[in-house]
């Protein structure tokens, strides 16, 4: 099909107001500028989200012992992880050793996507592959309008069944990206670009300039590194109760702090991805937290399924609007 903005505006209806705030959703969050912090441990990107959480209602005898048992399981977790398992780290190696022969069945078998870009039609391609069972990480690409490959990597989606999705599938979305956004049963479902494999068979984005195929994400000094190459750091603590995380571009330039509640996941894995506004984080392990504020503005407008053969947005609001069917049906 192909994607028409005014389309999708008659779509929306009252909430319509969302494609031009799809901008707001998507854009740098406001930034302020914060003294450097000596203290490495500043920047939190180790598996301690639980511990945080509960040092604010334990004793400093009882945190003790909390901090005993998670240097315990901490060394359980590496053993299960060098046994295989379905972190990001852990199913990398495995997709990339798929990954060309994935490239071939993807130039073969990939969904035509069609839509306007300044007026004129432009026709790219998707295909959705293979995860490791139990996994919200697999295998994923899209190629462009000379059907050459645009991005082969790992994806991640809020349920790993996703990925076995039928080929069939409606295309909602390809971005410049690469992120895919499908339509099934009048539910947005997304895959977000979270590493770029490389190979010589393979290129990568045009955009990536940052962290590729599996090596190693996290610097000594905190930084995340990303796909661009900008990277980001984040900082932890707890405000009444609630998770609060400040997201900085770089130790001085920094998001305000907000608060974010656990939409799937809650295993106490490292961040590993999030978006240009700090409005979700993806953990290691396959986890989402998102922006509490955000969700309170915009999902009272997403309760409704999409109709049939209606277009999907872009990502920052189609991932937003799967967010919401999740939370407005706990």
Request: contains cysteine; hydrophobic residues 35%; glycine residues 8%.
């Amino acid at each position: 099909m192909i994607f028409d903005e005014s389309a999708w505006n008659s779509e929306m209806g009252t909430t319509n107001f969302l494609f031009a705030e799809e901008l707001e959703v998507c854009s740098v969050a406001p930034i302020q500028n914060v003294a450097a912090d000596p203290d490495p441990k500043a920047f939190h990107v180790s598996r301690n989200r639980k511990i945080l959480l509960k040092q604010s209602q334990r004793s400093d005898l009882a945190m003790l012992f909390i901090a005993a048992m998670y240097f315990f399981f901490s060394i359980a977790h590496l053993a299960y992880a060098n046994s295989g398992g379905t972190d990001l780290t852990e199913v990398c190696p495995v997709l990339l050793s798929q990954a060309d022969a994935f490239s071939r069945e993807c130039l073969s078998n990939a969904s035509t996507y069609e839509h306007y870009f300044d007026g004129s039609p432009e026709t790219h391609y998707e295909y959705i592959g293979p995860s490791v069972p139990g996994s919200h990480f697999g295998l994923g690409c899209t190629l462009n309008s000379k059907h050459e490959i645009a991005f082969l990597g790992i994806y991640y989606t809020i349920d790993g069944d996703n990925f076995k999705l039928p080929k069939n599938a409606m295309p909602g979305y390809v971005d410049f990206d690469g992120n895919i956004g499908v339509l099934l049963n009048g539910k947005p479902i997304n895959f977000l670009v979270v590493r770029p494999f490389e190979t010589k068979t393979i290129p990568l984005p045009y955009y990536a300039s940052g962290i590729k195929n599996c090596e190693k994400q996290i610097s000594p000094d905190g930084k995340i590194d990303d796909i661009q190459g900008g990277g980001f750091y984040v900082q932890e603590s707890v405000r009444n109760g609630a998770l609060s995380i400040r997201g900085c571009y770089t130790k001085t330039v920094c998001a305000d702090e907000e608060q974010y509640v656990q939409i799937v996941g809650g295993q106490d894995h490292v961040i590993v991805r999030t978006s240009l506004a700090f409005d979700y984080y993806i953990e290691d392990g396959g986890g989402l937290l998102y922006n509490i504020a955000t969700i309170k503005k915009y999902c009272p407008a997403f309760k409704a399924p999409i109709r049939p053969n209606s277009p999907l947005p872009y990502p920052a609001v189609s991932f937003l609007r799967e967010v919401c069917l999740i939370e407005n049906n706990r």
